[in-house]
């Protein structure tokens, strides 16, 4: 993953269940292939998304490095994670994704990452 060439995938998309973690994965990839460019691995929303699984970014950026694929990066996941209900999970990608900046009539973070990329 090179993303001073291309974007990560983006917020909204899922794997089992979660947004951001298709992301997560492009910018831990990238990272370990030191192509992060603009991008921030463990950036605050990062650390949003880890505080709610209970998972450690170094931990989860090792899972990656020896995982070849999501589906292997997924199972650790699953394996590591704090155990939530698919509810849990379902309210947690709401609120995720309803986040935004503290300015009046500001889009939410995932709209304004999809426009910042060009993806709107």
């Known amino acids: 993953m090179d993303l001073t060439k291309s974007y990560p995938r983006r917020p909204i998309d899922q794997l089992g269940g979660y947004v951001w973690l298709p992301r997560l994965i492009d910018k831990a990839r990238a990272k370990l292939a030191n192509s992060l460019g603009e991008y921030i691995y463990n950036c ?15 931990a ?3 899972a990656v ?9 997924l ?3 699953k394996a590591h994670a704090q155990p939530h209900s698919d509810a849990e999970i379902a309210a947690f990608n709401t609120s995720f994704a309803a986040r935004g900046p503290d300015t009046p009539g500001a889009k939410t ?4 990452i999809d426009a ?5």
């Open 116 to 120: 910042d990329e060009k993806r709107l």
């Open 44 to 58: 605050g929303s990062d650390q949003h998304f880890f505080s709610f699984t209970g998972l450690a970014a170094d």
């Open 75 to 77: 199972a650790w996941v």
């Open 109 to 112: 973070w995932f709209q304004a």
């Open 65 to 73: 490095r020896t995982s070849p694929d999501d589906a292997g990066v």
């Open 60 to 62: 989860f950026l090792e």
